[in-house]
Nanobody, 123 residues
Framework: QVQLVESGGGSVQAGGSLRLSCAAS????????MGWFRRTPGKEREFVAT????????NYADSVKGRFTISRDNAKNTVYLQMNSLKPEDTAVYYC????????????????WGQGTQVIVSS
């Protein structure tokens, strides 16, 4: 059974930092594109970042580029999202996702999802 478990969310003031983790079980992430998406109430899931199987290729939404960094530790079967210079508009539930094809920004392409972790950024 595949499980993706996110952690590291919380409340922080604008300008602060958080590091999200996504621990995978039941799949070997080195064979998958891993992504982070986020959702706010009333909206569909929004692409945040992806990282390919080797970690050699990353992609970011324009809204987070230069502030967020996605990385992976295949030995730990874990993906991370380092979030710096957080803004109130980053407030959302953040989801980790996996798919075994080429990385895309389209959330419907992803086969496996975590349960999400809440991030709240106050001004």
């Amino acid at each position: 059974q595949v499980q993706l478990v996110e952690s590291g969310g919380g409340s922080v003031q604008a300008g602060g930092s958080l590091r999200l983790s996504c621990a995978a079980s039941g799949l070997i992430i080195s064979s998958y594109c891993m992504g982070w998406f986020r959702r706010t109430p009333g909206k569909e899931r929004e692409f945040v970042a992806t990282i390919n199987w080797s970690g050699g290729s990353t992609n970011y939404a324009d809204s987070v580029k230069g502030r967020f960094t996605i990385s992976r530790d295949n030995a730990k079967n874990t993906v991370y999202l380092q979030m710096n210079s957080l803004k109130p508009e980053d407030t959302a539930v953040y989801y980790c996702a996996a798919q075994n094809y080429a990385c895309t920004r389209v959330y419907l392409s992803y086969n496996f999802w975590g349960q999400g972790t809440q991030v709240i950024v106050s001004s």
